[in-house]
């Protein structure tokens, strides 16, 4: 006879309901398990603070490109994305909510699974810095095309 009494599904394979949940009313700040750290498979609810510093400045940053990008091209430059240019041509403001919600979701998904590992030791929250530096030079680029 079985001493196995639960007949619910086991909740911790619930990674993207949990993380869902974690981004709003988090509370976990490491994996409490050990099996949880050696796959490195981790979904915690607290975002450090250090961390919301890398998840803000490219939204902001996202912002400021699409505005530049509307301004260049009222001065004659091109959009070099054709996705974003058919969006252009669509509605100015078409374009500029798609900018803003491909960035919300592509840092939301780093942010969702910053512990998990690329190649198997890369950390996924590294790309934050990737993105972070790649915004950095693409606004400094437009600023120098305006100026």
């Known amino acids: 006879m079985s001493l196995e009494r639960r007949k619910k599904k086991d909740r911790r394979n619930a990674h993207l309901k949990a993380a869902i949940y974690g981004l709003f009313l988090g509370r976990r700040k490491s994996p409490r398990r050990t099996s949880d750290k050696i796959n490195g498979y981790i979904i915690v609810d607290y ?54 919600l491909l960035t919300s979701l592509g840092i939301l998904m780093i942010l969702l699974f910053r512990y998990f590992k690329i190649f198997g ?22 600023l120098y095309l305006i100026l």
């Open 47 to 100: 975002i450090e603070p250090k961390l919301v510093v890398f998840v803000i400045i490219p939204f902001i940053f996202s912002i400021l490109d699409a505005l530049f990008t509307l301004w260049l091209l009222t001065k004659g430059g091109i959009e070099l994305n054709p996705i974003m240019e058919v969006l252009i041509d669509i509605n100015p403001v078409l374009f500029f909510i798609s900018k803003f």
């Open 121 to 142: 030791y890369i950390h996924v929250r590294h790309l934050l810095y990737g993105v972070l530096g790649l915004y950095v030079w693409l606004i400094m680029y437009e």
